[in-house]
């Protein structure tokens, strides 16, 4: 585990969970803009400003969600709030953030071809999720609940910028994240090549991550940081997991019966 990558001095330090956010932005907008521009013939140069903008809204709103839960803390030194790259992102927030502003923006400019276009930010949502996770493993954040005999647990040393339990056998839920990203993106790519109405694959991107998540979440350790809407049983990202996942059904199924490419 590497929180800090490169320690330049004492005031000049390069965090693995700003770096990793970066190449998770990197990948997911080099592939988001080849298909776009191959499948749906958009520009490339708007086709990652959309993607630009996405990010920092995601940010934004991870970091929010981040600051209500933990209120008290964030109250004390308002600053903190701006230090992303020390970690502390609730992607539900992110996520919840972005789907409001495409909902505001993609309507006012049709040649991005709306739900068509939304369906492949959901692949490359899927492969931002699957780097941005290693984000949290390097940092230490998010991590599992304790599993003296899981034959695949991690053990985190006692480091400095460690968040995690050190010393000890752990649910490695940073990678199980990882994986549940790529898991999704090979089924999105799987279930495009049937050609559904566009916006089908926005909405089952939608319920198959609340599902993931809220089955992931199970093993997580962290429950102070990440929040408790029932303590010791159901976390605030479980909760949103919830209505996400009704969100995500009502657009399956709504697109179904859509006729028109785009609309």
């Known amino acids: 585990m590497y929180p800090i990558l490169i320690d330049i001095s004492e005031k000049v330090k390069i965090y693995s969970f700003g770096t990793f956010i970066v190449l998770a932005f990197l990948v997911a907008s080099f592939y988001v803009r080849r298909r776009a521009a191959r499948e749906l013939d958009l520009d490339k140069a708007e086709t990652f400003n959309v993607c630009f903008a996405l990010l920092f809204i995601g940010l934004a709103g991870a970091r929010l969600l981040f600051a209500i839960v933990k209120y008290d803390e964030f109250a004390a030194d308002k600053m903190k709030l701006f230090k992303v790259w020390e970690g502390g992102l609730v ?4 996520l919840i953030a972005c789907m409001l502003w495409l909902s505001w923006y993609l309507p006012r400019h049709p040649k991005l071809k709306g739900w068509a276009f939304t369906d492949i930010l ?15 493993f390097l940092s230490g954040e998010n991590y599992g609940k ?14 400095e910028g460690t968040q995690a339990k050190t010393g000890v056998a ?3 839920t940073q990678i199980y994240h990882s994986l549940h990203g ?4 090979a089924i999105l790519v799987w279930f495009l090549k049937r050609k559904p109405h566009p916006g089908r694959t926005t ?3 939608l319920i198959l991550y609340a599902v993931g998540r809220a089955v992931i979440e199970i093993w997580r350790g962290d429950d102070e940081a990440r929040g408790m809407v029932i303590e010791g049983h ?9 209505p996400i996942f009704f969100i995500g059904v009502a657009i399956y199924f709504a697109r179904k019966a859509r006729e028109t490419e785009y609309d």
Do not use: K
């Not at 992607?91 to 992110?94: A, F, L, V």
């Open 91 to 94: 992607y539900y927030g992110g």
């Open 122 to 136: 959901c692949l490359g949502a899927c492969l931002g999720i699957f780097v941005g996770r290693w984000a949290s």
């Open 146 to 159: 304790e599993a003296p005999d899981l034959p695949w647990a991690v053990t985190f040393p006692a480091v």
């Open 170 to 172: 752990l649910h490695p």
């Open 182 to 185: 790529l898991l999704l993106f």
């Open 203 to 205: 909405g089952l991107f």
């Open 234 to 242: 159901v976390s605030t990202s479980q909760f949103l997991s919830i």
